[in-house]
T-cell receptor
């Protein structure tokens, strides 16, 4: 079993929809949780950074961490075609330690 | 543009060969991370260097090695290549050894390695 599980998709939604992306994990020591966006033929770019449990909002993006369920989510409101990309969750027990990535969920937002 | 430069962008080589991938970090960044991204395994951490010293090691094969030079650029050496080594190899850099929201790593565009 992988330490981090992520549905690969693809997830196809119409423009304006609310998108929910999720990851589950098995290591209860994880404290730092991140979401990256990766466009085709590009490197990943950091979207959201969260420490421990709770919610964090940044514009149309909201990250949630539920450590009791070992479950993290990324919500995208009012999705746009430019949001079409692969979204990777990543986590680490320590902010100096290696990141463990999910395999990514491919999102397509159609006009 | 993240400011992290990787060369070459594409590389095709035969099994058993050796290749070197190069990474120039963002100006001022002391940490360099190497990752491998394949379709079945996703993005996997290989190794981190900080100011010339190896800092953390992940799932890096013994056939692979890396170093960071005094000018802070880094090279990833892959030897005795196998078909399964075909993947995207990413370099990322950050200012410090610890990752915080303001010092998180920026990724380069990657080197696509194809082993035939």
């Amino acid at each position: 079993q992988k330490e981090v599980e992520q549905d690969p998709g693809p997830l196809s939604v119409p423009e304006g929809a609310i998108v929910s992306l999720n990851c589950t994990y098995s290591n209860s020591a994880f404290q730092y949780f991140m979401w990256y966006r990766q466009y085709s033929r590009k490197g990943p770019e950091l979207l959201m950074y969260t420490y421990s449990s709770g919610n964090k909002e940044d514009g149309r993006f909201t990250a949630q961490v539920d450590k009791s369920s070992k479950y993290i989510s990324l919500f995208i409101r009012d999705s746009q075609p430019s949001d079409s990309a692969t979204y990777l969750c990543a986590m680490s027990p320590d902010n100096t330690d290696k990141l463990i990535f999910g395999t990514g969920t491919r999102l397509q937002v159609f006009p | 543009d993240s400011g992290v430069t990787q060369t070459p962008k594409h590389l095709i080589t035969a099994t058993g060969q050796r290749v070197t991938l190069r990474c120039s970090p963002r100006s001022g960044d002391l940490s360099v991370y190497w990752y491998q991204q394949s379709l079945d395994q996703g993005l996997q951490f290989l190794i981190q260097y900080y100011n010339g010293e190896e800092r953390a090691k992940g799932n890096i094969l013994e056939r692979f090695s890396a170093q960071q030079f005094p000018d802070l650029h880094s090279e990833l050496n892959l030897s005795s290549l196998e078909l399964g080594d075909s993947a995207l190899y990413f370099c990322a850099s950050s200012p410090s050894v610890a990752r915080t929201e303001n010092t998180e790593a920026f990724f380069g565009q990657g080197t696509r390695l194809t082993v035939v």
